[in-house]
């Protein structure tokens, strides 16, 4: 005669939703393409925000930047800044010791390319372009693909509050706020078919518990004709 105890659904379900939950990619869906600020104050510092969102979350990638920049009154662009995701390389002596990376940390997939720069001048003002140069990998080949952003930026004496910044710290917060409404449907859908799954299950449980039952019954019964 067999025996057995079926597993309780509710730390069943709520184990493979904590699983289920754990492959959605937080990191990768949380990325937004939120505009920089375009006005810094003399002598501060100052985060250039450059990003540049990967389209299909499961195709691994690497990625490098490069950061170039057009003083008031040049025509030409010239390369200031490299990162390849483990390195940085300052290439303009105007920015010597000044420039900070501030994106994508412990990652060769690089989705955010802000840039610090450290006690603005007035020199600074001018335009700037953020490049990403990215290798999409797929299966049986490589995808080469680049992206760019000019920043326009304006060196004040003091700190005014501009409707360009208002504007993107309202974009950012929306975007937040979508995001986790995006999260919550996946959770949702998540819990519903680890929950129609364990219907089935417990169905299928007793189901097998019925028969067992039925088994040790006819058993029993022959015990007792043989008696």
Request: include cysteine; aromatic fraction near 8%; glycine fraction near 4%.
């Amino acid at each position: 005669m067999r025996s057995g105890k079926a597993m309780p659904p509710v730390p069943v379900l709520l184990i493979l939703l904590l699983v289920c939950a754990a492959h959605v990619p937080l990191t990768d869906a949380a990325c937004s393409e939120v505009d920089s600020d375009t006005e810094a104050v003399a002598g501060k510092g100052f985060t250039m925000r450059c990003i540049s969102c990967k389209r299909r979350l499961e195709v691994e990638a690497t990625a490098t930047v490069d950061w170039h920049f057009r003083a008031r009154g040049e025509r030409n662009f010239v390369h200031i800044y490299n990162y390849d995701g483990e390195n940085e390389l300052i290439k303009d002596e105007r920015f010597e010791d000044r420039l900070e990376w501030s994106g994508s940390k412990n990652t060769l997939d690089l989705q955010d390319a802000s840039l610090h720069i450290n006690n603005v001048t007035f020199n600074d003002s001018g335009i700037y372009r953020c490049l990403f140069n990215r290798v999409l990998s797929y299966e049986y080949y490589e995808y080469q693909t680049e992206a760019s952003k000019l920043i326009h930026l304006n060196v004040l004496a003091k700190a005014t509050r501009g409707t360009a910044s208002i504007v993107s710290e309202v974009m950012m917060y929306v975007s937040i706020i979508g995001l986790q409404l995006w999260l919550l449907v996946e959770m949702i859908y998540c819990y519903r078919k680890i929950s129609a799954a364990g219907d089935e299950a417990l169905r299928a449980s007793a189901a097998e518990y019925l028969a067992i039952a039925s088994e040790s019954k006819d058993n029993c019964a022959g015990v007792q004709v043989a008696e």
